[in-house]
């Protein structure tokens, strides 16, 4: 084994593919437009807790993940840039301490503002971020609490923001997180298609490796029917968003019939999928303004 040590620069490199920039926007987002749309009003903690859902909370999540999964990424094809490091092995302590150290100054400053119903928020979003890929529970290994626990990556943060904010919870307001998290699991569902084999070869469990490939694209198309289903019921114009599901169910429809040995087919969607949520994510956005307005 090579024992050369790492270049600061081939360190920050890593660390950086590690912490998925794609992926960013996917949890700042859900926070600042939570706190925002809360409080009307832009101040540090917008500031401060976007940043942190932006890049270390990524680097923690992703990180802790490239460090466990390791040994299974070796012996998947697709890993490498967006879909997933795969760590020189001198990086894995340095990613670890790297992500906790980038997380501790901006969650002493999240405790200090917040209530303690935002701490335990907190909290809990940071503990499954942790113990996704982490032992001794790897959730990420036990199947539908791998799709659960993903999705808690990327609502948490929506429902952090609305906690800290003072948000006033209704029923409508509920029904938006509820919607969120159907999109999560069907999204973290049919990410894992793809990998089944892999994941077989390497000893590692996932709701699809339980359940076969054709089941969970099919559950996938379930979760995010559900979620525009239950859109309709927030509050207008929020019943529009029911429309954000449709591009994904047009995207994951054609591998509805996919086998467990075509699996890996399901990569050409999942890459059709990171491009939906840019246009899923401009549709949000054109909604809370028009909810904006509204509300003014």
Same mark, same amino acid.
């Given at each position: 084994?090579?024992?050369?040590?790492?270049?600061?620069?081939?360190?920050?490199?890593? %660390?950086?593919?590690?912490?998925?920039?794609?992926?960013?926007?996917?949890?700042?987002?859900?926070?600042?437009?939570?706190?925002?749309?809360?409080?009307?009003?832009?101040?540090?903690?917008?500031?401060?807790?976007?940043?942190?859902?932006?890049?270390?909370?990524?680097?923690?999540?992703?990180?802790?993940?490239?460090?466990?999964?390791?040994?299974?990424?070796?012996?998947?094809?697709?890993?490498?840039?967006?879909?997933?490091?795969?760590?020189?092995?001198?990086?894995?302590?340095?990613?670890?301490?790297?992500?906790?150290?980038?997380? %501790?100054?901006? %969650?002493?400053?999240?405790?200090?503002?917040?209530?303690?119903?935002?701490? %335990?928020?907190?909290?809990?979003?940071?503990?499954?971020?942790?113990?996704?890929?982490?032992?001794?529970?790897?959730?990420?290994?036990?199947?539908?609490?791998?799709?659960?626990?993903?999705?808690?990556?990327?609502?948490?943060?929506?429902?952090?923001?609305?906690?800290?904010?003072?948000?006033?919870?209704?029923?409508?307001?509920?029904?938006?997180?509820?919607?969120?998290?159907?999109?999560?699991?069907?999204?973290?569902?049919?990410?894992?298609?793809?990998?089944?084999?892999?994941?077989?070869?390497?000893?590692?469990?996932?709701?699809?490796?339980?359940?076969?490939?054709?089941?969970?694209?099919?559950?996938?198309?379930?979760?995010?029917?559900?979620?525009?289903?239950?859109?309709?019921?927030?509050?207008?114009?929020?019943?529009?968003?029911?429309?954000?599901?449709?591009?994904?169910?047009?995207?994951?429809?054609?591998?509805?019939?996919?086998?467990?040995?075509?699996?890996?087919?399901?990569?050409?969607?999942?890459?059709?999928?990171?491009?939906?949520?840019?246009?899923?994510?401009?549709?949000?956005?054109?909604?809370?303004?028009?909810?904006?307005?509204?509300?003014?």
């Amino acid at each position: 084994m090579n024992a050369t040590p790492l270049r600061t620069r081939e360190v920050v490199r890593q %660390l950086l593919i590690a912490s998925r920039p794609v992926s960013w926007i996917n949890t700042a987002y859900p926070f600042a437009a939570a706190y925002l749309l809360t409080t009307r009003e832009i101040d540090a903690t917008l500031v401060i807790g976007t940043l942190f859902f932006l890049v270390p909370y990524n680097l923690a999540m992703y990180g802790v993940n490239d460090v466990f999964d390791y040994e299974s990424d070796l012996r998947n094809p697709r890993k490498g840039g967006a879909h997933g490091a795969v760590l020189d092995r001198r990086m894995h302590a340095i990613t670890l301490w790297a992500a906790t150290l980038s997380c %501790l100054p901006f %969650l002493l400053y999240l405790a200090v503002v917040g209530s303690p119903w935002s701490w %335990l928020v907190l909290a809990l979003s940071v503990f499954f971020v942790v113990f996704y890929s982490a032992p001794p529970l790897r959730l990420k290994e036990r199947p539908f609490a791998d799709s659960v626990t993903s999705s808690i990556h990327f609502f948490s943060p929506a429902v952090y923001g609305l906690v800290l904010g003072g948000a006033v919870w209704t029923w409508q307001l509920a029904a938006v997180i509820i919607a969120f998290a159907l999109w999560g699991v069907a999204s973290h569902a049919f990410g894992a298609v793809q990998d089944v084999i892999a994941d077989r070869e390497a000893g590692i469990s996932s709701i699809a490796t339980a359940r076969g490939a054709r089941w969970t694209v099919r559950f996938a198309l379930v979760c995010y029917a559900a979620a525009g289903l239950v859109m309709l019921a927030t509050a207008w114009p929020g019943p529009l968003g029911a429309l954000v599901a449709v591009p994904y169910l047009i995207a994951v429809w054609p591998y509805r019939s996919i086998t467990d040995e075509t699996a890996t087919t399901a990569t050409t969607g999942w890459r059709r999928f990171l491009w939906i949520n840019q246009l899923a994510g401009f549709l949000v956005t054109l909604l809370l303004i028009w909810w904006w307005m509204l509300t003014a």
